[in-house]
């Protein structure tokens, strides 16, 4: 599968943004989808992550309240919602999946666990 992801841009804090990744080349109805974040000279980091189904997410613990993980199958598509978003947030976004069904908060628990990468968007949070 290829993933595409999109959405990222310059952003005020307390601004929202919603990030997509589409996949092509396979239907991603089997993949668990990560979205991940890394700044420059920091290991890339698990945001949040959704199962096949949409039935299981993950989200880490700064973004809890803020952020939204869900995806669309009919579309092939996953997404994160960003909302209250604050300068720390700053990060080139990825998007990652494995056809695996995994406890989500192990799947986003290692950057190395997606087989599939989309390239990064750059969330830039700055007033």
């Known amino acids: 599968v290829q993933l595409q992801a999109s959405g990222g841009g310059v952003v005020q804090p307390g601004g929202s943004l919603r990030l997509t990744c589409v996949g092509s080349?396979?239907?991603?109805?089997?993949?668990?989808i990560g979205w991940y974040r890394q700044v420059p000279g920091k290991e890339r980091e698990g945001v949040a992550c959704?199962?096949?189904?949409?039935?299981?997410?993950y989200l880490k613990d700064s973004v809890k309240g803020r952020f939204h993980v869900f995806r669309d199958n009919n579309k092939n598509t996953a997404y994160l919602e960003m909302n209250d978003l604050k300068p720390e947030d700053t990060a080139v976004y990825f998007c990652?999946?494995?056809?695996?069904?995994?406890?989500?908060?192990?799947?986003?628990?290692?950057?190395?666990?997606?087989?599939?990468w989309g390239q990064g968007t750059l969330v830039t949070v700055s007033s």
């Open positions: 080349g396979d239907t991603l109805y089997d993949y668990s």
């Open positions: 990652g999946a494995r056809k695996v069904e995994w406890d989500m908060s192990h799947f986003c628990g290692d950057y190395r666990h997606p087989r599939a």
């Open positions: 959704v199962n096949s189904n949409g039935g299981s997410i």
